[in-house]
């Protein structure tokens, strides 16, 4: 069966940090590539980091860059998101998804596309208070 399952949210004050973990069973964990995603009340769900566990290729939306560090554990099948700085505007549910290596993903912002992610998870809170 195939999970990813996310943890680590919960709230914080604004610059404070929080470290997601997401693990990953049930697939070849080397053969995807695994993105982190977040979405706000009434708002779309927007790409926020990707990182290529094969090659070590890490993507970041513009607004976390400088702030947040995607990272792979191949060992444990496990990615990281460790976000520092945090803002208000980063509340939301933190997903994480496992697209195919095989999908082109250098091009045109291609890793922010939710419709190449295969499999996902629940989804973890985190909320940023002001």
């Known amino acids: 069966e195939v999970q990813l399952v996310e943890s680590g949210g919960g709230l914080v004050q604004a610059g404070g940090s929080l470290r997601l973990s997401c693990a990953a069973s049930?697939?070849?964990?080397?053969?995807?590539?695994i993105g982190w995603f977040r979405q706000a009340p009434g708002k779309e769900r927007e790409g926020v980091s990707c990182?290529?566990?094969?090659?070590?290729?890490?993507f970041y939306a513009d607004s976390v860059k400088g702030r947040f560090t995607i990272s792979s554990d191949n060992a444990k099948n496990t990615v990281y998101l460790q976000m520092n700085s945090l803002k208000p505007e980063d509340t939301g549910v933190y997903y994480c998804?496992?697209?195919?290596?095989?999908?082109?993903?250098?091009?045109?912002?291609?890793?922010?596309?939710?419709?190449?992610?295969?499999?996902w998870g629940q989804g973890t809170q985190v909320t940023v208070s002001s």
């Open positions: 049930g697939f070849t964990f080397n053969d995807y590539a």
């Open positions: 998804a496992a697209r195919p290596k095989t999908l082109p993903i250098f091009l045109l912002r291609r890793w922010t596309l939710r419709n190449d992610y295969v499999y």
């Open positions: 990182v290529s566990s094969s090659d070590g290729h890490t």
